[in-house]
């Protein structure tokens, strides 16, 4: 039995955390890796049910386009692998297979992932929780994810919210 803690992480701009659905990113401790909460195209955390789906191509260029906006290198956003994407599916959930107190509005469709060693593109689908090759022209969502570099793990040491809300996907329910 896999188990994948979650920490909820406030930006730093932030004033506090009042709630979890406050949280714009999650933590993941096992792999190191830090995930966006709504998918790509929400209008905010309040709202990620208004994500928008993308191409392949517009996936790449809207992920080209974040990281060009961001000053700290540390911090580079990036399309999920296969293997990280089915990493936070809740195998005990279907349509959606998504903890939705981690991952709100988690839609019960396919989002993108991307492998790096064989560049070639694929979905899981949060239905079911399931890898599937797909056609680069169809929309689907995205969920971009960070790998935590020790710069990055320091600076948000400070906004780690460690109180109530450390997750184990496994136990959420």
Known sequence: MKIIKILLVKEETDEELKNTFESKRVMQKSPLLMWDRCAQGADSLVR??????YTAAEAIELVSSV?????????????PTPEELSGIVEKRCESPAANLSVFPYTQSAP???FD??????SVVDFKD???????LNERHYLRFVSTVTPTLLEGYKRNVVEKDIIRTLDHAF
């Open 48 to 53: 990620c049910d208004t994500a928008k789906k």
């Open 67 to 79: 990281n060009s906006n961001h000053k700290d290198r540390d911090w580079i956003m990036r399309i």
């Open 111 to 113: 989002y993108w992932a």
């Open 116 to 121: 790096i060693t064989s560049k070639t593109f």
């Open 129 to 135: 929780g399931k890898r599937k090759n797909t056609n």
